[in-house]
């Protein structure tokens, strides 16, 4: 059975996404605010939730209709052939949002469209009462002025919940958008990247994974797998074949560091856990004491942003910090994330790149400093001592 399915993301990064989904053969995408559609079957479903490393969750579109009243609500539920989604036994989940609807209780909407769901159910099933003991189906009621749309979530937890970050350290950056932020540098495998305010190491632990060719979902478990019309086999396929995938050796060259050792101490838990503790360094240092003699290297980092109370001082040296470390670091390319409006000015250099990203619901500008090309023909694989 094909389907029509939407990958979300976060606003900003749907370019990122649907290069994903090139890459892995899917063509006529229709790329919107937070989303892209395409089609695809239980396969595709598969093979999106273990390999997308910036996409949010798969989800299946059942529907989409006008509707102004709730009875227009509930015949529009209702049209859809919930048969052909759901057992007789599923555990239905309603979820809902109402954004300039006129239909705006979301209570009420979750309330129709389920009774709306059973009522079609009761059709194909011939019976009245369902005891929801099978497998959990999550169905969201959206609404967008008079624009309904009906999905069902494929995914389950989060797809930034790749299942190695057993503890979450302050302010965490989300695996996803942590992936987004290196794909739009010009950073690839075997190249130096360090990430100086490394936190728990989300950055140089993705950017391991992405070196590595490991597939972020290959290790975790999905909503639809338990789902009884799905076939368990096409799952542990699509799992092998990105196994088979993966790099085993790669040179070192993917640096972490931060000023507070239980951070790092966090990170190296991390990067084990994640398959990665091979192919990534951490150590506890300052940012001030950064230097290499190699060339042509990237910094990627989420510092700070100074949004509690009594941090911007700190915050705002740290960012002048930052700036003396790139005057230092002359032929490397940053590229640092912050929501301050004042950054450039405290790095001491206007970006040659900005973008517009959400990290959470924080808008944020992605800052790029574009080092030199290096010349052709040059060993940039090897790295020294930092």
């Known amino acids: ?20 989904l090139e890459n892995l053969g899917f063509s006529d995408l229709k790329v919107e605010n937070g989303r892209i559609t395409f089609r695809g079957d239980e396969r595709d479903i598969a093979r999106c939730n273990i390999n997308l490393r910036t996409a949010d969750r798969i989800l299946i579109r059942a529907a989409e209709f006008k509707a102004v009243t709730f009875e227009e609500l509930f015949q529009g539920v209702k049209a859809i052939p919930w048969g052909d989604y759901l057992p007789e036994d599923a555990e239905m989940h309603v979820v809902g949002r109402s ?26 099933y011939n019976r009245t009462v369902f005891d929801e ?37 302050e302010a965490p950056l989300k695996e996803t958008m942590a992936c987004a932020l290196l794909l739009l540098t010009y950073w690839k495998r075997g190249r130096i990247l360090v990430d100086p305010l490394c936190g728990s190491g989300t950055i140089p632990i993705e950017a391991a994974m992405i070196a590595k060719n490991i597939a972020p979902g ?51 838990l991390h990067a084990k856990e994640a398959g990665v503790g091979d192919a990534v360094s951490f150590k506890q240092m300052n940012v001030l004491d950064l230097y290499s003699n190699d060339k042509y290297g990237f910094i990627v980092t989420n510092p700070p942003y100074g949004e509690r109370i009594g941090e911007m001082r700190a915050v705002e040296s740290l960012y002048r910090d930052l700036g003396k470390v790139y005057k230092r670091l002359d032929t490397w390319s940053f590229y640092i994330i912050t929501s301050h409006p004042s950054f450039e000015k405290l790095f001491g250099k206007i970006a040659d790149k900005r973008r517009k990203l959400y990290n959470g619901q924080l808008l944020c500008q992605y800052y790029q400093y574009l080092g030199p090309k290096p010349p052709k023909n040059i060993d940039l694989t090897t790295s020294e001592d930092r």
């Open 1 to 20: 059975m094909t389907f029509d399915l939407i990958a979300t993301t976060a606003f900003g990064i749907e370019p990122i996404t649907a290069r994903e």
């Open 99 to 124: 954004v300039r609807s006129g239909l705006y209780s979301v209570p009420d909407c979750q309330s129709i469209t389920k009774k709306a769901i059973i009522e079609k159910m009761k059709e194909k």
């Open 133 to 169: 003991t099978g497998p959990k189906y999550k169905i969201e009621v959206a609404l967008l002025k008079d624009i309904v749309s009906i999905t069902v979530d494929t995914t389950g937890a989060g797809l930034n919940k790749r299942g190695y970050r057993k503890i979450v350290g």
């Open 218 to 268: 290959v290790n975790r478990s999905f909503v639809s797998e338990t789902w009884k019309d799905f076939d368990s086999g096409i799952w542990k396929a699509v799992r092998e074949e990105a196994k088979a995938g993966e790099i085993r050796d790669i040179p070192q060259t993917i640096f972490g560091s931060d000023l507070n050792p239980k951070s790092v101490d966090l990170a190296l």
